[in-house]
């Protein structure tokens, strides 16, 4: 156990290590820790502010949807109305329709019939002419007794 | 073992002795064949082995953590470069805890002092025979006597070592009081501590008193600091010697030894690294 050169030559060996290791190894290793460190805190930060733009847009998405199924609520519900609207019209329509198509068919029919009794008169009145001519045998003037059939006939 | 069989205390002596390189009284610059011839040499010997394998694996430190710090990138670390931000992590925070002015010198420092002397330490659980006798092998081809080739592969069992370590801290120790204090507040914090008085006469009664308590406790700090990881490593060398001298039932007491001394390596690692925090926040801090 002697104190010799030894001591000197370890204490020089350990200032170059010391000095190598403040110089070389200290400085890259503890920059590359406090980058590191940095980015992850960073990483987290972007997680978060995801998470609440995430929140944000789902909210949104909530609220758009909300929206849009009052709107198309509303439109079916103007549509419906509309719907019920016409339909009350062309139901009125058809029903205006129908009773003008009643009170033309009745009129048509009330015309017949005066023409129908028209006839009938006129045929009547011949009928009568002819009845008469026959029962008189021809002897009597047509023309005079014309005018009695006539009246007979609008008598009738 | 090398050579003959030797007796247990050649044995152990054996392996206590480094490879030392001086200058001899009667042989000139040369390779100490024996303690006896080491001792001769005075101040003026290195430990070969003491020195290349601290420096060896000082290289090995630096080699390792400046591929790390070379390749590190921001983004998923290798395993490599998770192991060496952990340390560096680990390191930081010690120092952080302990150590509250601004100084780009105290973590690298504590990093460096750390993970050197846990290498250092380390080299402990490599079996005690296995280099020893590689290195006698060796020696023995290069035709020197195997017997007299001696290697001490712990550099932390070898005061030197850790004197020379501790008292470079005491230089940055000193170097830190009077670069924060100035030097007459380095000379106060001597004298007018622990006793002080407003009284002139009496403090001036007091300074030597004070100067004799400070001044111990100041050398104590390396002297501790040196001693402790010194013989700590050196009784757990000691008594790995002892248990490879017993023959098959070594075995499982190594065993045993080492996964203690695991504990004692760590430990004595983190030791150095603390108490050098500690000691450089004493030396910035004001009272």
């Known amino acids: ?156 | 073992m090398a050579g003959t069989n030797p007796t247990p205390t050649e044995y152990i002596q054996h392996h206590l002795q480094n490879l030392t390189f001086g200058l001899h009284p009667d042989n000139g610059w040369s390779i100490a064949h024996s303690a006896q011839e080491a001792s001769d040499m005075g101040f003026w010997a290195v430990h070969l082995d003491t020195l290349g394998w601290s420096v060896g694996l000082g290289l090995i430190f630096l080699w390792l953590f400046k591929k790390a710090a070379n390749t590190a990138t921001t983004g998923v670390p290798g395993a490599l470069q998770n192991f060496v931000e952990l340390m560096v992590e680990f390191v930081d925070n010690s120092v952080k805890d302990t150590f509250h002015g601004k100084s780009k010198l105290i973590a690298p420092l504590a990093l460096t002092i750390f993970c050197w002397v846990f290498l250092m330490n380390l080299m402990d659980l490599v079996p005690v025979d296995f280099l020893p006798m590689l290195a006698a092998k060796i020696g023995a081809m290069f035709g020197a006597d195997p017997a007299h080739v001696y290697f001490k592969v712990v550099p932390t069992t070898d005061v030197n070592a850790t004197l020379g370590m501790a008292l470079s801290v005491f230089g940055l120790i000193i170097f830190y009081t009077i670069r924060t204090k100035g030097f007459s507040g380095f000379i106060g914090e001597l004298t007018l501590h622990p006793f002080n008085s407003p009284n002139k006469l009496v403090q001036a009664l007091f300074i030597p008193v004070n100067f004799l308590l400070e001044f111990v406790t100041l050398l104590a700090k390396p002297i501790s600091l040196a001693l402790r990881l010194f013989g700590n490593l050196y009784a757990g060398e000691l008594i790995f010697i002892l248990i490879a001298m017993i023959g098959l039932w070594q075995l499982p007491l190594h065993f045993t030894w080492a996964v203690f001394h695991i504990l004692v390596i760590t430990l004595q690692a983190f030791i150095f690294m603390m108490l050098t925090i500690v000691y450089m926040s004493m030396a910035v801090e004001k009272h």
């Not at chain 1, 062309?90 to 009773?99: F, I, N, V, Y």
């Not at chain 1, 009145?125 to 009246?151: C, M, N, T, W």
């Open chain 1, 1 to 156: 156990m002697n104190l010799n050169l030894t001591l000197v030559g370890q204490a020089i060996a350990f200032a170059f290590f010391v000095w190598f290791c403040m110089k070389f190894i200290w400085p890259p290793v503890m920059q590359a820790l406090q980058e590191r460190q940095k980015k992850i805190a960073d990483g987290l930060d972007a997680a978060s502010r995801a998470a609440r733009d995430l929140e944000v847009a789902e909210k949104e998405a909530d609220e758009t949807l909300r929206k849009s199924k009052q709107e198309a609520a509303e439109i079916l519900e103007q549509a419906q109305k509309q719907a019920n609207q016409k339909l009350e019209q062309a139901r009125e329509d058809a029903r205006l329709e129908g009773e003008r198509m009643i009170a033309k068919a009745k009129s048509e029919i009330e015309q017949e019939v005066a023409r129908a009794k028209e006839d009938l008169r006129a045929q009547v009145s011949r009928l009568a002419v002819l009845g008469a001519e026959r029962i008189l045998e021809s002897s009597i003037d047509e023309k005079q007794h014309a005018a009695i059939v006539d009246k007979l006939a609008k008598e009738l």
